[in-house]
């Protein structure tokens, strides 16, 4: 793009991959990622993590309870895969249209983790009945091996489990989730079609040296972690490359501040607020704005077979000012970009 727009309309885009948590936190975040976001797909990794037909169910229910009465929004529900999951509950969940996908997490990857997945051939069958009926199987991709280095482990994943999934299961739908490497990006541009990823505004944003910068510094630590810059730029090149194959998902994780400030900090980012401000500050950068409604709004609904949303989304280029701090319920935020200035900022929705 050779001029430079003030003003951007695009259809309204969805998160396809969020944390929202539960009880009060859930109350005091859902509405942030609904502002913006027509629909997103849950993550189902509460304690107890989201297993069955009915917990997939109560929790959306829960969901649409906390939301304000003025949004509209559509949770797209996910399935927690265990090494006992059940293929009959998962594949009811995903007929019966309360499960969007399923989620892999290798046990012991991430926060609430622990009933994941130990090894991939504990799931095989699973595997094999989604991929027969059409549901996609959304990754964690990382190893859990001590022994591989922080920042190798999404490179080790992608040789030791995500290629023999592609290789078992050339027809399943698999969503790289929350890439951090060039070697993924590579791998999603490789594989066939069924195969896309999900890429972080915070991601895109900064490399791991944020996390270092004068100090240490929690709110730059998330799963997977950030990588050297190499990596940043190759995720900036897949997201603004115009494939269909890279779609938004924040991977918004809220934390309470003193979960994320203490002797073991938890993983994760909260970016709800101004998420497609964030996005489009990095599209604005690297000169692609046109191609910011395709990565936002179009492909991820094309992956999932669902429609785009009709409702418009725009955006100014106006700063908007990221407080220190959110209130939710009892717990405070802090998030990302908290105290700097967003170049973008979200003028609002007109409706269908
Ligand atoms: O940073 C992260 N936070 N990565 C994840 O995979 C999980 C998430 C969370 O739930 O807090
Ligand atoms: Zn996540």
Request: glycine residues 8%; hydrophobic residues 40%.
């Amino acid at each position: 793009m050779t001029d430079s727009p003030t003003r951007l309309e695009i259809a309204q885009p969805d998160d396809w991959h969020v944390h929202l948590r539960d009880g009060d936190m859930l109350a005091g975040v859902v509405d942030a990622t609904a502002r913006q976001f027509a629909r997103a797909i849950v993550m189902p990794n509460l304690a107890p993590p989201v297993t069955t037909i009915a917990a997939g169910k109560a929790y959306r229910d829960r969901i649409m309870a906390a939301l304000s009465d003025e949004l509209d929004f559509t949770p797209l529900m996910t399935a927690y895969l265990t090494d006992g999951a059940d293929a009959d509950e998962i594949i009811g969940g995903f007929d019966q249209g309360v499960f969007s996908a399923c989620k892999l997490y290798p046990a012991n990857a991430t926060t609430n983790s622990s009933h994941g997945v130990t090894d991939i051939a504990n799931i095989s069958g699973v595997l094999a009945a989604m991929e027969k009926a059409g549901m996609p199987l959304l990754v964690h991709g990382e190893v859990t091996d001590p022994e591989i280095d922080i920042f190798d482990r999404e490179a080790v994943f992608i040789d030791r489990v995500m290629s023999g999934i592609a290789r078992d299961f050339p027809g399943l739908k698999v969503v790289f989730e929350h890439i951090t490497t060039s070697d993924a990006a590579d791998f999603v541009m490789s594989a066939g079609p069924n195969v896309a990823a999900t890429i972080t505004p915070h991601h895109l944003a900064f490399s791991r040296n944020a996390i270092f910068k004068g100090g240490i510094r929690p709110h730059y630590y998330c799963l997977p972690i950030a990588k050297r810059e190499t990596h940043r730029l190759a995720l900036r090149k897949a997201a603004t490359s115009g494939s269909p194959k890279f779609f938004l998902g924040t991977d918004s994780a809220p934390h309470d501040v003193t979960r994320k400030i203490s002797e073991c900090g938890c993983a994760g980012l909260y970016n709800a607020p101004f998420a497609i401000e964030s996005y489009a500050q990095t599209f604005d950068e690297e000169n692609a704005l046109d191609k910011l409604e395709g990565f936002a709004s179009l492909n991820g609904p094309a992956f999932y077979g669902l429609p785009v949303n009709t409702a418009r989304m725009v955006l100014e280029r106006r700063p908007s000012d990221v407080p220190q701090t959110f209130a939710a319920g009892p717990h405070t935020l802090v998030p990302f970009l908290a105290g700097e200035q967003t170049s973008w900022t979200f003028a609002g929705l007109q409706p269908a």
